[in-house]
């Protein structure tokens, strides 16, 4: 069966920080691996990743995949109190077009 | 670019009454639409895949006759649910699939809160 794990579940650092935060996932057909921000409202997508090795940056945010071990990372250098948010990472198969999300990854960065 | 807008942003109904939640890609065209929920601390639950012309596509134990989809052009996918009762009060979120782009990339509305009494 598919499935997509995040770790961990939620973390609290202080501003400033790095913070790393992970996907592992099984999938068949894997296509790709999203992440995306989830504030108070929907969430806002950050990076798609197709291909292992090359890392998306944007601004203090980056991510990377690894298709054959099957994770990816999302990293966030000196983060601030708005990157406090639920972080979801999900996967697309060839099977279709819809998105299968994980449980997501709670931050909160506190002054 | 790429904004999907849905419209309640939360409504409040009584019981046994019909609410419809529409979702629009305001500045691209999106043959595929789709509807999600979300619980508190959960996290988003596919409900259906609605397809421009087609019926939707509705995930496993998702009453079709209870939510009801249309979509009916390449910007707007409307979500009726049917006779709601307490027990779905929940976030309804849609999102659209840009058919100019890779076709995972999906962008989310704001979402709609509804509360049924």
């Known amino acids: 069966e598919d499935k997509v794990v995040q770790s961990p579940l939620s973390l609290v650092v202080h501003e400033g920080d790095t913070v790393t935060l992970n996907c592992s996932y099984e999938?068949?057909?894997?296509?790709?691996l999203l992440w995306y921000k989830q504030e108070k409202k929907a969430p806002t997508f950050l990076f798609m990743l197709t291909s292992s090795g090359i890392e998306k940056k944007s601004g203090r945010l980056s991510s990377i995949l690894d298709k054959k071990e099957l994770f990816s990372i999302l990293n966030i250098t000196a983060t601030q109190t708005g990157d406090s948010a639920v972080y979801l990472c999900a996967y697309g198969t060839g099977g279709g077009n819809k998105l299968t999300f994980g449980t997501g990854t709670q931050l909160k960065v506190e002054l | 670019g790429a904004v999907v807008s849905q419209h309640p942003s939360w409504v409040i109904c009584k019981s046994g009454t019909s609410v419809k939640i529409e979702c629009r890609s305001l500045d691209f065209q999106a043959t595929t639409m789709f509807w999600y929920r979300q619980f508190p601390k959960q996290s988003l639950m596919l409900m259906a895949t609605s397809n421009e012309g087609s019926k939707a596509t509705y995930e496993q134990g998702v009453e079709k006759d209870k939510f009801l989809i249309n979509h009916a052009s390449l910007t707007l996918s409307t979500l009726t649910v049917t006779s709601a009762h307490p027990e779905d009060s929940s976030f309804y979120i849609c999102?659209?699939?840009?058919?100019?782009?890779?076709?995972?990339?999906?962008?989310f509305g704001p979402g709609t809160r509804l509360t049924v009494l």
């Open positions: 999102s659209a699939q840009d058919r100019g782009r890779h076709a995972d990339t999906q962008y």
């Open positions: 999938v068949t057909n894997f296509r790709s």
